[in-house]
């Protein structure tokens, strides 16, 4: 069976904790972008070869989903699927869950753009990165589509 990529582990740090007692929502996006970090390693960009190949990923939209709270010390797992990709961009889906009790915490869907940082634009992927990219967007079009994603928001109005 393929599964989603663990991408993210650690616990709730002191200093993320806000004023209604539980981890502040910019904090949650700090993991996630720590998630993306991990997910830029293991499609082979990590910053020995973003340094030599003067590439990297921009993030150029988020959608996040707030689940639960989390409480300080909580321990955290956030796990990646790559939900659509090109020759530049991937759209990869994040999952923040309590190992321990299996709880959905949040999830966030984010648009990611290769660029070449000589040109400070848009780029296709090197070869060895769309191999990897390619390998793992085959495995992952086995999995389930996760429920959020895709959602906007919106209110929703009652009919006149």
């Not at 393929?2 to 740090?13: A, H, N, P, W």
């Not at 915490?105 to 070869?127: C, Y």
Request: hydrophobic share 45%; proline share 4%; aromatic share 8%.
């Amino acid at each position: 069976m393929t599964e989603t990529l663990v991408v993210y582990e650690g616990r709730v740090s002191p200093d993320w904790i806000d004023y209604n007692g539980h981890m502040n929502d910019a904090c949650y996006v700090l993991v996630f972008s720590k998630a993306i970090d991990e997910f830029m390693v293991q499609i082979g960009l990590d910053e020995a070869f973003r340094e030599e190949h003067q590439v990297s990923i921009y993030t150029l939209q988020s959608m996040v989903h707030y689940l639960q709270e989390v409480g300080e010390a909580e321990p955290l797992q956030v796990r990646a699927q790559l939900l659509e990709s090109d020759g530049k961009k991937l759209r990869v889906f994040f999952s923040m869950w309590q190992p321990e009790t299996a709880l959905e915490l949040a999830a966030m869907e984010t648009l990611l753009l290769h660029v070449d940082m000589n040109a400070h634009r848009a780029a296709p992927f090197l070869p060895e990165t769309q191999d990897k990219v390619s390998q793992l967007q085959r495995l992952h079009n086995t999995l389930a589509w996760p429920e959020l994603a895709g959602r906007s928001i919106a209110l929703k109005r009652p009919a006149s």
